[in-house]
């Protein structure tokens, strides 16, 4: 049982770090110490969609549902969980570039924003 209810925090930690690389970039803009923490979670989120990394995350999340007693899911967190909620189809490649480009197109503007200020001060 411990084993199960370490694998789904595991599986809610995944999904807090993909949300903060998408919007933690709004959470910089408020807190500007959080830059230190953001931006190399959106360097690996980006790379790892990108350039299709696994995430070490999913194979503990396995690990830990094998321990339980529980199966294992082949690909990955967002094509296990959140794939299947948006779109019916399996996650390729072509569309991890496009996951990968929203990455840095959400936080862009962010960054782009903090520099400016930077310059101005």
């Known amino acids: 049982m411990l084993y199960r209810i370490a694998a ?3 599986m809610l930690l995944h ?5 903060l690389v998408l919007f933690g ?3 910089v803009l408020r807190w500007r110490g959080l830059l230190g923490w ?7 989120g980006a790379a790892a969609e990108l350039f299709q990394l696994p995430c070490p995350l999913t ?15 082949g690909g990955g ?3 296990h969980y959140l794939y299947p909620l948006i779109y019916p189809a399996g996650l390729t ?3 991890q570039l496009w996951l990968g480009a929203l990455v840095l197109a959400v936080n862009a ?5 903090l520099l400016r200020s930077r310059r101005r001060a």
């Open 15 to 19: 999904l807090l770090f993909i949300l």
């Open 93 to 95: 490649p072509r569309l």
């Open 38 to 44: 953001h931006l190399p979670m959106v360097v690996w």
């Open 109 to 113: 503007p962010v960054y782009l924003r």
């Open 77 to 79: 967190f967002i094509e």
């Open 59 to 73: 194979g503990w999340e396995n690990a830990m549902r094998r321990a339980a007693g529980q199966t294992g899911y």
């Open 8 to 10: 789904d925090a595991l």
């Open 25 to 27: 970039g709004l959470l």
